[in-house]
């Protein structure tokens, strides 16, 4: 899996091989808008305690998206 992140913001997720679940590198603290916009295997994302907002489409286009666990807080 690819990140791109800058300044603890996840600007964009980079689909590679046949990953159907991503887990969000701990220190993220914002996802950026349409940061997985269209990505089209993913199935499941696993988002860290920390995470403080996720932007506007992050999921958009996101088909086969079924699961997003949340840290408990």
Avoid: Q
Wanted: contains cysteine.
């Amino acid at each position: 899996m690819s990140f791109i992140i800058k300044n603890n913001v996840l600007e964009m997720y980079i689909e590679e091989n046949d990953e159907t679940e991503v887990i969000i590198p701990e220190g993220v603290k914002h996802i950026a808008d349409e940061a997985f916009r269209s990505c089209r295997k993913l199935e499941s994302i696993i988002i860290p305690y920390g995470v403080k907002s996720i932007g506007r489409w992050t999921f958009a286009n996101c088909r086969h998206l079924k699961n997003v666990t949340l840290p408990n807080r």
